[in-house]
């Protein structure tokens, strides 16, 4: 059983940093793209960043600049560090990942995490 499994949001005021993690567990054969979504209250789920095994990196428009995703492929583990927040980062995020667990190997699946909540304010 494939698990998600983030940690690392909580409470800071603006301007300040917070480093989410998504630990992947489980019968795991391998990951392609790992993503950061996130979804305010009232609001659509949104794509934040991704990353994909060859390393490459999107983001959305609002975080350039400000939040870097990264990934450790030995820890099957990816980050959201988060600097500069805004009041408007207020969400909670979640962890996506793409992959083929060691049951199914010929078939990718997308798995997500339960979320983790995020609140810049003052």
């Known amino acids: 059983q494939v698990q998600l499994v983030e940690s690392g949001g909580g409470l800071v005021q603006p301007g300040g940093s917070l480093r989410l993690s998504c630990a992947a567990s489980?019968?795991?054969?391998?990951?392609?793209?790992m993503r950061w979504y996130r979804q305010a209250p009232g609001a659509q789920r949104e794509l934040v960043a991704a990353i994909i095994s060859g390393g490459n990196t999107n983001y959305a428009d609002s975080v350039k600049g400000r939040f870097t995703i990264s990934r450790d492929n030995a820890k099957n583990t990816v980050y959201l560090q988060m600097n500069s927040l805004k009041p408007e980062d207020t969400a909670v995020y979640y962890c996506?990942?793409?992959?083929?667990?060691?049951?199914?190997?010929?078939?990718?699946?997308?798995?997500w995490g339960q979320g983790t909540q995020v609140t810049v304010s003052s």
């Open positions: 996506n990942a793409d992959l083929r667990s060691s049951q199914f190997p010929w078939r990718t699946d997308a798995f």
């Open positions: 489980g019968s795991i054969f391998s990951i392609a793209a």
